[in-house]
């Protein structure tokens, strides 16, 4: 299984990115697609999820109203839309998927799998 994240980079405060996750080497029906991210020297944070079956999705407190998380069945493709972006949005964001029974938000989750990771950078 592979996850490959891309659509990272460097924004002003305010701009929107789009983060896309190529998953490939299974089928994900029950499985779960998330995005967690991570800034160095701090704990990994949940971001946001979403069933890949039924497209119920969560969202990380911080980013309620800004993010949207949304999947492509025919592209095997998960996105991330990120508005209204912050500084405080800066962090190394990584895809991730694990079947539901296993998911978890947690900042030791030990889904299945985990993509390489994209840089976001937020400049104010």
């Known amino acids: 299984v592979q996850l490959q994240a891309s659509g990272g980079g460097l924004v002003q405060a305010g701009d929107s990115l789009r983060l896309s996750c190529a998953a490939s080497g299974r089928t994900f029906s029950g499985y779960v697609m998330g995005w967690f991210r991570q800034v160095p020297g701090k704990e990994r944070e949940f971001v946001a999820s979403?069933?890949?079956?039924?497209?119920?999705?969560d969202y990380a407190d911080f980013v309620k109203g800004r993010f949207a998380i949304s999947r492509d069945y025919a592209k095997n493709m998960v996105y991330l839309q990120m508005n209204s972006l912050k500084p405080e949005d800066t962090a190394v964001y990584y895809c991730?998927?694990?079947?539901?029974?296993?998911?978890?938000?947690?900042?030791?989750?030990?889904?299945?799998?985990w993509g390489q990771g994209t840089q976001v950078t937020v400049s104010s």
């Open positions: 979403i069933w890949w079956s039924s497209g119920v999705t």
């Open positions: 991730t998927s694990s079947s539901g029974t296993y998911w978890s938000t947690s900042s030791e989750a030990s889904n299945e799998y």
